[in-house]
């Protein structure tokens, strides 16, 4: 509390102290420099990892909910189920023994724009990664017994997110804040489940599973040694022209759902207009929510709201103990985006929540509100996430085939840290 202030604390040493007959002794504040002590270089902004030997290999394909129609609901969804399921040339069982005997890890993800594939092994076994991942790509069979198991297991996900309030929130947000492509569901609905079967997914995956809309990417792996294995596999894809995105609106609009729980939840929402195409935009909101106005949950390690500097755990979570989470979102799409505040509280400090979270986005709205020692704080620590989040191969992988499939090419970490470093106070 006193750190950056001028008050010099007295210490009488402690318990040992007191034992010792130690007398009392004193410490300048933590905003004096120690004398005596040169403070070292700063570190450059990225050092060069040593090689690993292990690799991730990633197809990301442009399709996701927003491509689905009302006769295809719920297909993303369960595309995500059936992936590395059995396929023409391996049975599901002989899929697992295959991944397993390599001490491999396969993974798949379904969001909105994209249907995400990665296989993670020891970088010795690439030509094996690559030949599954892509098989279990382009030659699923879909077997009926197999779909059947699968929508089971997903009503019984569809059970379990009902218990999860801030996940329907953000799924409410999309439905209630677009018409158009990101207003389909993520979720497979429940209606959808009883019509999905194999020709609906295999009517999907022809229509969208084409060459223009598939990359693979890889980290851990030379580019020349990734295409010579890759090239066999996927050259015969049909070059067909690449369909427009379908068209989003944002509206705006309102959602309100009686439930059976003992807290409120709410969520604020507002668009980030241009989305990822609009670069200044999205990378300040992403400062904006992740380092400067932070928040999270009133207990946790760490702390209140472990980010103890931003803004949400300093204004809000250590004064209202009536509110237990308080944290920024956003969720970036290709040409749209939304950004705003969730928060959980007791039933009756939901108004005045709702009223805590629009007098925080106005405060950082208003000019002179931001000091620059805070602005610069939460620039270097978007930084500092972005390189310790590419450190790991997964997310090396994934930023990768996201930036290629959205802009045609990878932009280096040195220009994303330039354009955090950038002055966005405006």
């Known amino acids: 509390r006193f750190a950056s202030t001028s008050v010099v604390k007295q210490s009488s040493g402690g318990l040992f102290g007191w034992l010792l007959g130690g007398k009392p002794t004193q410490f300048p504040t933590l905003d004096v420099p120690l004398p005596g002590i040169t403070i070292p270089p700063p570190l450059p902004d990225f050092v060069e990892p040593a090689k690993s030997p292990a690799a991730t290999v990633g197809l990301y394909i442009d399709c996701g909910s927003m491509y689905e129609t009302p006769g295809s609901s719920g297909a993303s969804h369960l595309l995500e189920r059936m992936s590395f399921k059995s396929t023409t040339n391996r ?62 297991e997903i009503k019984a996900e569809i059970a379990e997110f009902s218990a999860n309030p801030q996940g329907l929130l953000l799924e409410a947000l999309h439905s209630a804040g677009y018409t158009g492509a990101l207003a389909n569901p993520l979720i497979a609905p429940e209606p959808a489940i009883h019509k999905l079967d194999s020709s609906i997914l295999k009517e999907f995956i022809a229509e969208n599973y084409t060459a223009p809309r598939m990359v693979l990417a890889a980290s851990g792996v030379e580019h020349d040694v990734l295409v010579s294995i890759a090239e066999p596999l996927l050259s015969d894809l049909p070059a067909v022209k690449r369909p427009e995105e379908p068209k989003s609106v944002y509206v705006g609009g309102d959602y309100r759902c009686q439930a059976d729980c003992q807290n409120t939840h709410v969520a604020l929402a507002f668009e980030v207009p241009g989305g990822w195409y609009e670069e200044k935009t999205a990378i300040t909101v992403t400062v904006l929510q992740q380092k400067l106005m932070g928040g999270g949950d009133w207990f946790c390690t760490g702390g209140v709201g472990k980010g103890l500097y931003s803004r949400l755990s300093l204004r809000i979570l250590s004064h209202y103990h009536q509110i ?40 950082v709205a208003t000019p002179g509100n931001v000091t620059q020692g805070q602005l610069d704080r939460a620039k270097q620590a978007a930084k500092c996430k972005v390189l310790m989040d590419l450190e790991s191969r997964a997310v090396a992988c994934e930023d990768i085939g996201r930036q290629v499939m959205t802009y045609g090419e990878r932009e280096t970490h040195r220009e994303i840290l330039e354009r955090c470093r950038s002055n966005y106070s405006e």
């Not at 995400?116 to 970088?123: E, H, L």
């Not at 237990?324 to 969730?342: K, T």
């Open 91 to 152: 049975s599901h069982l002989r899929l697992v023994r295959e991944v397993e005997s390599i001490g491999g890890n396969v993974s798949a993800i379904a969001t909105r724009e994209q249907m995400c594939y990665t296989y993670d092994a020891f970088r010795a076994y690439v030509p094996d990664m690559v030949e599954v991942l892509i098989d279990s790509v382009r030659n699923p069979t879909f077997l009926d017994w197999e779909v059947k198991e699968q929508l089971e």
């Open 324 to 363: 237990e989470s308080f944290s920024a979102f956003n969720h970036i799409y290709n040409y749209s985006g939304l950004f705003g505040i969730l928060a959980t509280t007791s039933p009756d400090f939901a108004s005045k929540a709702v009223d805590l979270a629009a007098g925080e986005l106005l405060e």
